[in-house]
C-alpha cells in the first residue's frame, strides 16, 4: 500500500465536517457491549485525525491510535489526553506494540486501503497479535455488492471554513479485475488570509470486498 494522505491531510478535517463521528463511535460502543462488555482498552488501526477516538474515550476506553501519515498525526496530536488517549506512528501490515488490547477497531475503510491479498491478511494478522483473548475485532469496508449496485462516478465537493475555501474533484478508475478502484482527488484551494490559491493531487487505491472473500 503507497503512502496516501500527504499533503491531503490538511484539508481532512474540514472535507468530513459533516461525519457522524459522534454517532459511529456510538454503533461501535454498542458493539462493543454485545460482544465484549468487558472491554477497556482499544487500539484503533489507522486513526487518521483521531476524530473517532475521542469520541469513543468518552465512554471511558483508554485508546490508542496508529497511523502511518505525519501530517495526519499532526492533526492527531492535537486531541492527546495523557493517560487516556494517545497516537503512535506505525504500519497497521508490521505493526508490533509488544502489548494486547480488549478491542481492536480500524474504521472509515482502513482496511480496503489494503489492496493485495498480502496487504488484507498482513492487517488482520496485525489485529489478531495485539488482542487478549477474547477479544474483538471491528472494522468496516467497501462493500462490492454496493460498487456493482452504484458503481464510483465523479464527484465535486465545495467546503469552506473561516481560513480557506477548497474544491474537491474525485475521479475514479475501476479495475474489476482486481477489485481495486484508484480515485485521483484535485484540491483547489484558497487561503482567504493571503489571497493565494494552491493546488494539489493524490491518488488512493481502495479495494472493495465480497463477503466470501472476507469469510475465508
Known sequence: MSEVFGSYAKYYD?????????????????LIQQHKPSARSILN??????????????FGYQITGVDQSDMMLSEANKRVIPG???????DVRTLDLGRKFDV??????????????EDIFAAL?????HLVPGGILIFDFWNGEGVLKDPPEVRIKRLE???VKIVRIAEPVVHEDQHVVDVSYQIISFNK????????Y???????????????
Do not use: W
Open 125 to 129: 494478522t496485525t489485529a489478531a497479535r
Open 84 to 90: 487516556k488517549l494517545d497516537f503512535l506512528k506505525g
Open 193 to 200: 488570509g493571503s489571497g493565494q490559491y494552491s493546488e494539489l
Open 14 to 30: 474540514l472535507l468530513y465536517k459533516n461525519k457522524d463521528y459522534a454517532g459511529e463511535a456510538s454503533y461501535i460502543h454498542g
Open 45 to 58: 488501526l489507522g486513526c487518521g485525525t483521531g476524530k473517532h477516538d475521542v469520541c469513543l474515550e468518552r
Open 104 to 117: 481492536v477497531v480500524s474504521l472509515f475503510h482502513v482496511m480496503s486501503y489494503q489492496t493485495t491479498d
Open 161 to 163: 471554513d473561516d481560513a
Open 202 to 216: 493524490e491518488k488512493h487505491a481502495m479495494r472493495y470486498f465480497f463477503l466470501p472473500e472476507l469469510e475465508a
